[in-house]
């Protein structure tokens, strides 16, 4: 078969391309990017009752500062040492002695996969419990030792991240919570009374059942005030005795629960800043609103010895209201919150001369 000219010419430029110096040509192969995990570096312990509380941020990146979007899961590691032959000092060399030590003679307490961290995420931090219990009774005859936990991230097809900053802790026994003492009420809140050993975490039982600690911090002197609590209903509290401070304090088991009545039968204040702005033939009345308030109620008399007379009834959200039957003269306004049991709150008020229109 013999090639026609047309074909002769695309080979020929077909060859030209192929061979000309730079046409088509890539730069010089990349190396693969491999992921790989930035390790954590806030990991924290405390100890409450007998359990180790580890807390450390959620991993979210690569080492590079990249999303980590290929996450597999999470190991916490745990070894224990005497407190004679436990390496002191900071530095690359104090750093592998701790790995060495870690991989040596730890061992990895936990492996927790991507599928299974929503059960130990509180917000941005992921939160897990070592039961220092059940580690006490397998060591009892090696005590007193100091435990050391890190954590690291497998991500990218099993890549293991380097190992955390080391939390160290040293078991205690945990101390018990203080007795109670009568407690207060008032229509500010609830204050509640304890024997004063020391500082002490409060919490108090949701309506759902799940307890809440109202204090981040220990409070000191046997005493504090849940303000603002919603009357109406029974409460529950309980208290924790906390022992030592810093990094890795140690948090008692919660103590006896107290039950404390609150009845609603005690009014909410009065609403602030009420003024009379007069216009021919009516008065503006204006205030701010009242904490617990379901309703104010608005009240005029003539003068300043006149007999009272409700006018109106406002919703709670109401700030304002307008008398447009108000008499010529001197008059004054009175203005009272109403909760929803209708305890009705001390008076505010305010005086001012109404011109006819």
Same mark, same amino acid.
């Given at each position: 078969?013999?090639?026609?000219?047309?074909?002769?010419?695309?080979?020929?430029?077909?060859?030209?391309?192929?061979?000309?110096?730079?046409?088509?040509?890539?730069?010089?192969?990349?190396?693969?990017?491999?992921?790989?995990?930035?390790?954590?570096?806030?990991?924290?312990?405390?100890?409450?009752?007998?359990?180790?509380?580890?807390?450390?941020?959620?991993?979210?990146?690569?080492?590079?500062?990249?999303?980590?979007?290929?996450?597999?899961?999470?190991? *916490?590691?745990?070894?224990?040492?005497?407190? #004679?032959?436990? $390496?002191? !000092?900071?530095?690359?060399?104090? +750093?592998?002695? %701790? @790995?060495?030590?870690?991989?040596?003679?730890?061992?990895?307490?936990?492996?927790?996969?991507?599928?299974?961290?929503?059960?130990?995420?509180?917000?941005?931090?992921?939160?897990?419990?070592?039961?220092?219990?059940?580690?006490?009774?397998?060591?009892?005859?090696?005590?007193?030792?100091?435990?050391?936990?890190?954590?690291?991230?497998?991500?990218?097809?099993?890549?293991?991240?380097?190992?955390?900053?080391?939390?160290?802790?040293?078991?205690?026994?945990?101390?018990?919570?203080?007795?109670?003492?009568?407690?207060?009420?008032?229509?500010?809140?609830?204050?509640?009374?304890?024997?004063?050993?020391?500082?002490?975490?409060?919490?108090?039982?949701?309506?759902?059942?799940?307890?809440?600690?109202?204090?981040?911090?220990? *409070?000191?002197?046997?005493?504090?005030?849940? #303000?603002?609590? $919603?009357? !109406?209903?029974?409460?529950?509290? +309980?208290?924790? %005795? @906390?022992?030592?401070?810093?990094?890795?304090?140690?948090?008692?088991?919660?103590?006896?629960?107290?039950?404390?009545?609150?009845?609603?039968?005690?009014?909410?204040?009065?609403?602030?800043?009420?003024?009379?702005?007069?216009?021919?033939?009516?008065?503006?009345?204006?205030?701010?609103?009242?904490?617990?308030?379901?309703?104010?109620?608005?009240?005029?008399?003539?003068?300043?010895?006149?007999?009272?007379?409700?006018?109106?009834?406002?919703?709670?959200?109401?700030?304002?209201?307008?008398?447009?039957?108000?008499?010529?003269?001197?008059?004054?306004?009175?203005?009272?919150?109403?909760?929803?049991?209708?305890?009705?709150?001390?008076?505010?008020?305010?005086?001012?001369?109404?011109?006819?229109?």
């Amino acid at each position: 078969m013999v090639k026609g000219p047309r074909v002769i010419v695309h080979l020929a430029v077909l060859a030209v391309l192929v061979l000309a110096p730079g046409c088509g040509r890539e730069g010089p192969p990349q190396p693969p990017i491999v992921r790989i995990a930035e390790r954590t570096r806030d990991l924290a312990v405390f100890q409450e009752g007998t359990e180790a509380v580890l807390t450390w941020t959620y991993p979210s990146a690569t080492t590079a500062g990249g999303a980590l979007p290929d996450l597999e899961s999470v190991e *916490v590691w745990r070894v224990a040492i005497p407190p #004679s032959k436990e $390496p002191r !000092g900071a530095g690359p060399q104090q +750093r592998q002695l %701790a @790995v060495r030590l870690l991989t040596g003679q730890g061992e990895r307490i936990a492996r927790i996969p991507k599928n299974e961290l929503e059960r130990y995420t509180r917000g941005p931090k992921l939160v897990y419990r070592d039961d220092l219990l059940a580690w006490y009774e397998a060591n009892r005859d090696r005590m007193p030792l100091v435990l050391w936990y890190a954590v690291r991230t497998r991500c990218c097809g099993g890549r293991e991240s380097g190992f955390s900053n080391i939390a160290r802790l040293v078991p205690r026994t945990p101390p018990e919570a203080p007795a109670w003492k009568p407690y207060e009420l008032t229509a500010g809140g609830i204050t509640l009374h304890w024997e004063d050993d020391g500082p002490v975490l409060v919490e108090r039982q949701a309506p759902d059942g799940t307890w809440q600690r109202l204090t981040p911090e220990p *409070v000191s002197g046997g005493s504090w005030e849940d #303000s603002g609590v $919603p009357q !109406g209903t029974t409460w529950k509290y +309980r208290l924790r %005795a @906390v022992k030592g401070g810093g990094a890795s304090p140690v948090i008692g088991r919660p103590g006896d629960v107290l039950e404390v009545p609150y009845p609603d039968v005690y009014p909410p204040p009065p609403p602030g800043s009420f003024v009379c702005l007069p216009e021919p033939g009516l008065v503006q009345l204006r205030w701010e609103p009242a904490t617990g308030a379901s309703a104010y109620r608005v009240f005029r008399r003539k003068g300043s010895s006149g007999r009272w007379r409700r006018i109106a009834e406002r919703p709670a959200k109401a700030t304002a209201f307008v008398d447009r039957t108000a008499p010529p003269g001197e008059v004054t306004y009175a203005i009272k919150a109403v909760d929803a049991a209708g305890n009705e709150s001390e008076a505010a008020t305010c005086t001012t001369s109404v011109v006819a229109r």
